[in-house]
């Protein structure tokens, strides 16, 4: 699998502290990333607490950097697999109440030649997530 980082950039019709709390509040990210999603914090070394659901693909996150109101990041890694990425959330006041988030996914090329880990399903994901997900939370206050 290519090392290449996946870059994605999304635009909300919100300011920019709004898409903050969305990336950094653990009830709205259980709405818009994942709802298995116990507790987070926006700290260095915070590991992400997620509900055991009996998938095989149980999530081991902690965050790798935090740059408050601009940049979050964290690792992505499963259980029992090898391979782990880093995604990187940040975010750009493009206007008063428009904002940009880029999210940057390295690493992709460290997980197993298996079809849950092909960097197209991480794209389609990302689409989802914040093309979809988070923009409707955001701007539709679902």
């Given amino acids: 699998m290519s090392d290449t980082p996946l870059i994605k950039e999304f635009i909300y019709n919100v300011a920019i502290d709004k898409v903050w709390q969305a990336l950094t509040s653990t009830d709205q990210m259980k709405i818009w990333y994942f709802s298995q999603l116990q507790k987070f914090e926006p ?23 935090v740059v408050e109101g601009k940049v979050l990041a964290h690792n992505w890694a499963y259980q029992g697999y090898s391979g782990n990425s880093e995604v990187i959330f940040k975010l750009f006041s493009e206007k008063e109440q428009t904002t940009k988030l880029q999210v940057t996914q390295t690493g992709l090329g460290s997980f197993p030649d298996h079809p849950h880990f092909k960097r197209e399903r991480f794209e389609w994901g990302w689409d989802n997530l914040l093309g979809e997900n988070l923009k409707r939370l955001l701007e539709n206050n679902v």
């Fill in 43 to 65: 700290k260095f070394g915070f590991q992400f607490q997620f509900e055991d659901d009996n998938t095989q693909y149980q999530k081991e996150w902690m965050v790798t950097r």
